[in-house]
């Protein structure tokens, strides 16, 4: 899930500075004031708002490919669940999928166990860089989740990252949509990307033509991919 990196302050924080380790006590505190989702990524506040239709979009239709596929036992698909760095008192990140063995349903814990994912999916907001994109997937690397699938409506693309080591995914596999993709095991599920969505014009990435983002055609819409034209 995308956010807004911002810095502490009194605002956002409320009282004095926080130390080292307590980051994770702010971010409550930041949920519960402002009601936006909070994540700690490399020792920064990161701030979520609403997710658009489109957003919501892309992570329901690959929620229902992978619970509709064969998924192995023990193992099951979740949303609003966060998983925290191994050995680090506060940076945790919240994917907007995750696949966890099936006992996380019984957990009393917030976070679970990098370890334990199968699976993690990030869509892309718009309001995102480049860098933090980049960022995040290296976090991912060094939590040691094993498949990261990054989704990226702004454009049309997507990237699947796997086998993470010494901090960064070894191979990384890039798509647009309508092409389909095969996680790989214990997974084995290919999903179809040709019912993905592109977000509206005006939400596009400025990039443009030729910088990476999407295409704007002749009467002002966004081409990518053979489905997922926004007018």
Same mark, same amino acid.
């Given at each position: ?21 307590? #980051? =994770?006590?702010?971010? +409550? $505190?930041?949920?519960?004031?402002? %009601? *936006?989702? &909070?994540?700690? @990524? ?19 239709? #690959? =929620?229902?490919?992978? +619970? $509709?596929?064969?998924?192995?036992? %023990? *193992?099951? &698909?979740?949303? @609003? ?24 349903? +019984? ?11 199968? @699976? ?6 718009q309001s995102e860089k ?31 990252h796997t086998r993470p ?67």
């Open positions: 899930m995308g956010g807004v990196s911002v810095r502490w302050s009194a605002e956002v924080g409320g009282g004095t500075r926080p130390r080292p380790g307590n #980051l =994770r006590a702010v971010a +409550e $505190t930041i949920g519960a004031t402002t %009601g *936006l989702q &909070v994540q700690i @990524l490399g020792g920064k506040l990161v701030l979520s708002t609403t997710p658009t239709g489109k957003h919501v979009g892309v992570t329901q239709r #690959l =929620r229902r490919q992978l +619970e $509709t596929a064969v998924m192995p036992d %023990g *193992l099951d &698909v979740f949303e @609003l669940s966060s998983i925290a760095l191994p050995e680090d008192p506060d940076d945790y990140v919240t994917p907007d999928l995750i696949v966890l063995p099936t006992e996380w349903m +019984e957990d009393d814990d917030w976070l679970a166990a990098p370890e334990d994912a199968a @699976l993690a999916v990030e869509v892309i907001s480049s860098r933090e994109i980049r960022d995040k997937a290296d976090w991912y690397a060094v939590a040691g989740v094993p498949v990261l699938f990054v989704i990226d409506p702004r454009n049309g693309t997507w990237t699947l080591d010494n901090g960064a995914y070894k191979d990384v596999l890039p798509g647009k949509f309508g092409e389909s993709v095969t996680l790989p095991a214990p997974l084995d599920i290919e999903i179809a990307t040709d019912g993905f969505r592109c977000m509206a014009p005006g939400a596009r990435d400025e990039r443009g033509p030729g910088g990476g983002g999407a295409a704007e055609n002749g009467r002002g819409c966004i081409s990518c991919g053979p489905t997922g034209m926004s007018c």
